[in-house]
């Protein structure tokens, strides 16, 4: 489980901070940013969260693809780390697919690898095709960062299993998904997640966390801004779904068609 960071910049400062910092007590060390979230404010933020701890968390960027060349990762990477206040990155990413070849950025990945800037790299959006081919040109990468929650159950057809066969992580972002009504509703998808929650203790939302989390090689970075949120979001590790109650979500939040294209919001 990490900590995400999309939108952390229009949060009260210090209480964003705050929450950072009680997610990393609570053993959320991975935490998640890009060059794009608040044209950089949302690094900023996190560089100050992580003052004398940096050792202990496990830090990512993302460079956009309109900054995707050779010269221009190398630059974004740079800019990532002065707004980090730190001088590595544990995995770097290519935020999506853009115009420049993945030869230079993978190759602009690898020089930095080297100058020690960054450990690993990784790509985010990335379908099967698009792994194949990075993985033709520099071997499978670290982590597909991809949107999954359990109304997105699209990368379980293909993704997830070529992630799998490949030693490759999932990152699920947004894996609540942006609709309370699954949560807080009527449906029945609600009132299942509801029935299961009841039974542990835990609230909805703690329930389709975990869910996302039975597969060992998904992680799941949901953002939150309090500490309150944060804390409910690392206890929701501590739950034990049993199979029945997996089988019950799975009926009731299909995955659907294999898509045409990969979902990403």
């Known amino acids: 489980m990490g900590q995400g960071s999309w939108q952390i910049e229009t949060a009260r400062r210090a209480e964003a901070i705050a929450a950072l910092r009680a997610g990393l007590e609570l053993g959320m060390t991975h935490i998640d940013t890009a060059e794009m979230y608040g044209d950089g404010a949302a690094e900023r933020i996190i560089g100050e969260a992580i003052a004398g701890r940096r050792d ?62 960054i450990l690993s790299w990784g790509v985010s ?93 998904v992680f799941a970075i949901p953002k939150a801004a309090r500490s309150a949120h944060v804390a409910e979001n690392a206890a929701a590790a501590a739950l034990e779904l049993s199979a029945a109650e997996c089988a019950a979500i799975d009926a009731a939040f299909r995955r659907g068609a294999p898509p045409r294209t990969l979902p990403t919001g």
């Open 125 to 217: 959006n990335f379908d099967v095709d698009d792994l194949d081919e990075v993985t033709a040109i520099g071997g499978a990468p670290a982590c597909n960062q991809v949107l999954y929650h359990l109304g997105e159950r699209a990368i379980e057809h293909a993704v997830l299993p070529w992630c799998e066969a490949h030693g490759t992580a999932v990152v699920a972002y947004t894996p609540f998904g942006k609709s309370a009504a699954m949560y807080e509703g009527g449906s029945a998808g609600a009132r299942t997640l509801q029935r299961i929650a009841a039974r542990h203790g835990a609230t909805p939302r703690q329930v389709a966390l975990r869910f996302l989390l039975r597969n060992e090689a």
């Open 56 to 117: 202990a968390v496990f830090l990512v960027s993302k460079v956009l693809p309109s900054n995707a060349s050779a010269r221009g990762t190398i630059a974004a990477c740079e800019r990532s780390l002065r707004n980090l206040r730190t001088d590595r990155l544990d995995c770097y990413l290519l935020h999506w697919r853009g115009r420049y070849p993945l030869t230079e950025t993978i190759g602009a990945f690898e020089s930095l690898r080297r100058e020690g800037k």
